[in-house]
């Protein structure tokens, strides 16, 4: 193969990603880095600030592009957040790797306040992601929750230009970009459940493309992949776009693998919970026999708001 050509987001988080992607690729396979080109994709979800995505049109914004460039071959490989990624891929892709998953936990970062227990009442609260806001509103139905688009650093220079009180962002993220320091809290996964996905980078590629997928082979992390199975498999069985407030982890201990799954409604009053555990190498079915489950426990009238 001649150069492999990586597409990406072009935002600072993604373009992380994808160097970690070239590096593992790189070292598994002995290559020097002149024989990867990252190629930034500038994606209707980076574009779109004034609104959420929601009602902008859901997860796919973030990947529309990039995967547009997968299949006409201007790229050979995707590297993507898996939380951003829609359940159903465009016809003739794939999700063929994940790297090793970091932290999956959601950091807050106060400026009035070190957790949001402590902030004081009825101040701005600020987050794109309608899981996020329902579970401030769960824990703190007094908090005034705003609408907070943008990349990592537009959303940490909102903060301190004083248009909320405080954030929650995904630990990974401030992780591989070195922004420990901003953190104030780290939310614990049973209080404050993360998105299916979080945390873990996924590969698309195209399905056939044997070439490369002998390269990720050599870099997938077989105990990640069969958690983001579960997770999506949940995430897909309920709706698994962004009109839907759903968190969803699962973790593997050798051959075992446990989850934990949560929907809510968006103003934080009602959610339903389910824990699930059972062989790993059944990872997608524990996933949508875990979104059956919460389904019947909840009830239709519970689902009439997300139509």
Not at 38 to 47: E, L, N, P, Q, W
Not at 236 to 258: F, N, Q, V, Y
Not at 261 to 288: C, K, M, N, Q
Request: charged share 25%; proline share 5%.
């Amino acid at each position: 193969m001649q150069t492999l050509k990586i597409g990406t987001r072009g935002s600072p988080l993604a373009l992380a990603q994808a160097h970690e992607t070239r590096a593992r690729l790189m070292k598994a396979h002995g290559l020097p880095e002149q024989a990867f080109e990252v190629v930034a994709i500038s994606t209707s979800g980076d574009r779109i600030q004034d609104r959420p995505l929601s009602e902008a049109g859901g997860k796919g914004l973030f990947t529309k592009e990039i995967e547009e460039a997968l299949l006409d071959r201007r790229i050979d490989i995707a590297v993507h957040s898996s939380k951003d990624m829609p359940t159903v891929l465009p016809e003739g892709l794939e999700l063929s790797a994940f790297l090793p998953r970091e932290d999956a936990r959601d950091a807050f970062i106060g400026k009035t306040a070190t957790r949001i227990a402590d902030l004081p009442q009825g101040v701005r609260v600020g987050s794109s992601s309608l899981r996020r806001q329902a579970l401030i509103r769960r824990m703190r139905p007094d908090l005034d929750v705003v609408m907070f688009r943008g990349n990592v650093q537009t959303r940490l220079r909102k903060l301190d230009e004083g248009v909320a009180d405080g954030t929650i962002l995904a630990y990974a993220g401030l992780k591989r970009l070195g922004l420990d320091a901003v953190i104030t809290d780290l939310m614990p996964l049973d209080l404050f459940p993360p998105a299916p996905g979080q945390g873990a980078i996924a590969i698309e590629s195209r399905i056939g493309d044997r070439e490369v997928e002998k390269m990720l082979a050599a870099i997938h992390d077989v105990p990640t992949g069969q958690a983001l199975a579960c997770e999506r498999a949940f995430l897909g069985a309920l709706d698994g776009s962004c009109r839907t407030p759903i968190a969803g982890h699962a973790t593997i201990s050798g051959e075992k693998l446990s989850f934990a799954g949560l929907i809510i409604s968006a103003d934080g009053t009602e959610s339903h919970e389910v824990s699930l555990d059972g062989p790993a190498r059944d990872a997608a079915e524990i996933g949508a026999e875990a979104a059956r489950t919460v389904r019947a426990r909840a009830g239709a009238k519970f689902f009439d708001g997300w139509a």
